[in-house]
């Protein structure tokens, strides 16, 4: 078993207020590891000390056994631990192409020229349309990204996170607003990323919890309350009183 992200004795204090108190977690590589809990549970508090959006009032992140503790977003974005499913990262005025070229030169830590664009970012067309195939936009690959569906802006915003080559992609709530549709084509294009790549994520939706985890981790008032496979959080009495006294 390989540990490829472990949160040791993470705290986040708000004047006093304990959001997230001494929270262990352990991702082993290659699985899918969601994170789950009522509302104010602290999910995103959780979340965001991960991804660096917040900083801890106490404890310790390490990220392929390196202390990533103190490092910004963009240094573990760096080191192939990269956050997804932020819209901004889309350009709605860009095609689903251009889009994804943008991405592959970000990755190479070239800044972007939109007057030259055309001839400089055609090189990185055979990576871009892999990466577009990969996630069902083919047919859409000349469309422009705001005049995509809901689900398929998302497929997109994954494309550009699968550009930067992450090792390990951190999913907050992917299905959140998704008609049923979309949800079963994400829900197989997150199965068909994690083949070769660790995910975390925060998700509401139960079912798709069940259907795409290996590992669940569940949050209450800011303490790990269970953990382990659906079959064995789904009959833990403390998991169930948690979600109905909300
Ligand atoms: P969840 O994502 O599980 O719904 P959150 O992490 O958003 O939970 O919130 C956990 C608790 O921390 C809540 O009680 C919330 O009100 C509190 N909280 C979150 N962010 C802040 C903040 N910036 N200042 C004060 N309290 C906060």
Redesign the pocket.
């Known amino acids: 078993m390989s540990i490829v992200l472990k949160a040791e004795g993470l705290t986040?204090e708000?004047?006093g207020?304990v959001?997230?108190n001494k929270v262990d977690l352990e991702v082993e590589k290659g699985t899918i590891h969601a994170l789950i809990?009522?509302?104010?549970?602290?999910?995103?508090?959780?979340?965001?000390l991960l991804t660096k959006f917040?900083q801890p009032t106490a404890g310790r992140i390490t990220y392929q056994e390196r202390d990533i503790t103190g490092m910004s977003p963009a240094g573990i974005a760096q080191l192939g631990m990269v956050r997804s499913f932020q819209i901004s990262a889309v350009f709605s005025d860009l095609t689903v192409l251009e889009n994804v070229r943008i991405a592959l030169q970000r990755k190479r830590g070239e800044s972007f020229d939109f007057w030259r664009s055309e001839k400089i970012l055609s090189r990185f067309d055979d990576d871009a349309h892999g990466y577009i195939e990969d996630v069902g936009l083919g047919e859409f690959i000349n469309h422009r990204a705001g005049e995509l569906s809901y689900g398929r802006k998302r497929a997109l915003e994954i494309a550009t996170t699968l550009a930067l080559d992450p090792g390990m992609l951190l999913l907050d709530e992917p299905m959140a607003g998704m008609a049923q549709q979309d949800v079963e084509r994400i829900s197989a294009l997150i199965r068909r990323i994690a083949k070769n790549r660790t995910v975390l994520m925060?998700e509401h939706n139960l079912s798709v919890v069940a259907d795409l985890s290996d590992r669940i981790t569940v949050?209450a008032r800011?303490e790990v309350l269970a953990e382990g496979d659906y079959a064995a959080i789904s009959r833990s009495p403390a998991v169930i009183e948690a979600y109905i006294g909300t």
């Open positions: 986040k708000f004047k207020f959001a997230v809990g009522p509302n104010g549970a602290g999910k995103t508090t959780f979340f965001n917040l925060v949050l800011g």
